[in-house]
């Protein structure tokens, strides 16, 4: 029988993160998913079952991480689904402090993460990075979100080269109906949305579990090092 792996999802206890987690125990493996709250973590554990662990971890406490790594021990693959709404707005007039939050929110948990994992980290296992298509599309308005989202997208390639074997790979959502949207009320959502849609090549906004479908098969793909996948529907085709 093959040896069971075992993959730490940092931000796994809600949307794309949740998402990948049921993939990897429907496929048989080993998953930790880490989060910021128990109770989002435990509805995870209830929901899902499985051979399923959860941490209370913020990845913006970067001083912790290191125990943290050192308390789950080995594992083979690391996912950072962490996210951040911070920096959007006209580049105009949008606030150098939220963009700096965003990038506190987004790109320095996404470093300091990746690095305190390496010690326990299979050499020749994965990481994969979450960007968003903000990195890609000139989409006006997203100047500060998409300036976090391409320097975690420009980690890919430095790291797959630094760190072989090690494959390091990521994956740019688009639009994709998570609790990123929650700053929306469902009145306010159901609009955005249907813009969106509209505008998306494939008629729709995406769903997580086609975030966790690319995640899941850069896991797998033992050949693929080094890319960006873009998830959006085609999103930034249009703008």
């Known amino acids: 029988m093959p040896v069971q792996q075992h993959t730490v999802i940092i931000g796994g206890s809600t949307g794309i993160g949740l998402a990948t987690a049921r993939q990897l125990l429907a496929l048989g493996h080993r998953v930790t998913i880490t989060g910021r709250t128990e109770q989002r973590l435990e509805a995870a554990k209830n929901e899902l079952g499985g051979d399923l662990a959860v941490l209370v971890l913020d990845a913006a406490d970067t001083d912790r991480l290191p125990n943290a790594f050192a308390g789950i021990g080995a594992f083979d693959h690391l996912v950072l689904s ?6 959007a707005g006209p580049f105009a007039s949008v606030s150098l402090d939220e963009v700096r939050q965003g990038f506190e929110e987004k790109v320095f948990p996404h470093f300091a993460t990746a690095q305190a994992a390496l010690p326990s980290l299979r050499k020749d296992g994965s990481i994969t990075f979450i960007s968003a298509v903000t990195a890609q599309a000139a989409m006006p308005g997203t100047a500060g979100i998409g300036a976090a989202n391409a320097a975690v997208a420009a980690l890919v390639p430095i790291l797959a080269a630094e760190l072989r074997p090690l494959r390091v790979n990521g994956v740019s959502p ?21 813009d969106y849609a509209a505008k998306t090549p494939v008629g729709r906004v995406g ?5 966790a479908q690319a995640i899941v098969f850069l896991i797998a793909n033992s050949f693929i090092d080094g890319h960006v996948i873009t998830c959006d529907g085609g999103l930034r085709l249009v703008g």
Not at 82 to 87: F, T
Not at 175 to 188: A, H, K
């Open 207 to 211: 769903q997580p579990q086609d975030v």
């Open 82 to 87: 962490l996210g951040s709404g911070k920096g």
């Open 174 to 194: 688009g639009v994709i109906d998570t609790p990123w949207w929650d700053f929306l009320t469902d009145e306010q959502k159901a609009p955005v949305f249907a």
